[in-house]
């Protein structure tokens, strides 16, 4: 079974503090960093000092409307063709740019590409 990739507590935390209110269905406590999810009720940044935990997904979608476009994909496969390091390509309005470093897999391409994104980029 596919298991949703969530953002880290440090990336939710960045995305509440550059304006990221969309409602969502998990979240990390403000005061000890634990995450949950909530199936019946969804927050978001507005209501409390809990971070709003959005996937993977909906923070790159999130980050479209800011003009920044995320492109994870494989860069080497070994042997037996499995995908052994993936690539991330950004892009801007007026730039792009190739995240560097070999990531072993997709969800931390994604991860250091929202985080560059983040920090960098708006």
């Known amino acids: ?7 880290s507590f440090e990336l939710a935390k960045l995305l509440k503090e550059k304006g990221f209110d969309e409602k ?5 406590e403000y ?5 949950y999810r909530e199936e019946r009720i969804p927050c978001c940044n507005s209501r ?22 995320i492109v994870v994909q494989p860069e080497y496969f070994n042997a037996d ?7 991330v390509d950004i892009w801007t309005d007026d730039n792009y740019e190739k995240l ?11 991860e250091a590409s929202l985080k560059y994104s983040l920090e960098n980029l708006i």
């Open 81 to 87: 063709g499995i995908c052994s390091y993936w690539g």
């Open 100 to 110: 560097q470093g070999d990531f072993p897999s997709y969800e931390q391409a994604v």
């Open 31 to 35: 005061d000890s960093k634990e995450f």
């Open 24 to 28: 969502c269905y998990a979240f990390y």
């Open 1 to 7: 079974m596919v298991k949703e990739a969530y953002v």
């Open 48 to 69: 409390s000092d809990d971070y709003a935990a959005p996937t993977h997904q909906m923070a790159i979608a999130w980050l479209r409307t800011k003009h920044i476009i």
